[in-house]
């Protein structure tokens, strides 16, 4: 699977952006797919999360409630990260990652395909 992240920018304290992840070729193995980030002097975190099948979510604390991953109802291998209530502090490249076996980790170092970084930067 190939993965191609887009739709950063850049964005007031308390506005929004939705990101999005194009999978392409053999989706259907995909099992979960990842959102991270990393802002400079940092080290990649995680995000949020989606199994590719079922849609549970999963999310870091520093976003629940204000950033929501799902997939395109009508773009099945498209998966968006709608961010809301924007902070400076969430300002980072942010990646899309996927893998191929069951488990919806934290961890960088499980995922076996990353997309491009797509900038996302948070004025105050």
């Known amino acids: 699977v190939q993965l191609q992240a887009s739709g950063g920018g850049s964005v007031q304290a308390g506005g929004s952006l939705r990101l999005s992840c194009t999978a392409s070729?053999?989706?259907?193995?995909?099992?979960?797919m990842g959102w991270f980030r990393q802002a400079p002097g940092k080290e990649r975190e995680y995000v949020a999360g989606?199994?590719?099948?079922?849609?549970?979510?999963?999310y870091s604390d520093s976003v629940k409630g204000r950033f929501a991953v799902a997939r395109d109802n009508a773009r099945r291998n498209v998966v968006h990260l709608q961010m809301n209530s924007l902070k400076p502090e969430d300002t980072a490249v942010y990646y899309c990652?996927?893998?191929?076996?069951?488990?919806?980790?934290?961890?960088?170092?499980?995922?076996?395909?990353w997309g491009q970084g797509t900038q996302v930067t948070v004025s105050s």
């Open positions: 070729g053999r989706t259907f193995g995909s099992y979960f």
């Open positions: 989606i199994r590719w099948n079922g849609g549970i979510t999963y």
């Open positions: 990652a996927a893998r191929n076996v069951p488990g919806a980790p934290t961890d960088a170092a499980q995922y076996d395909t």
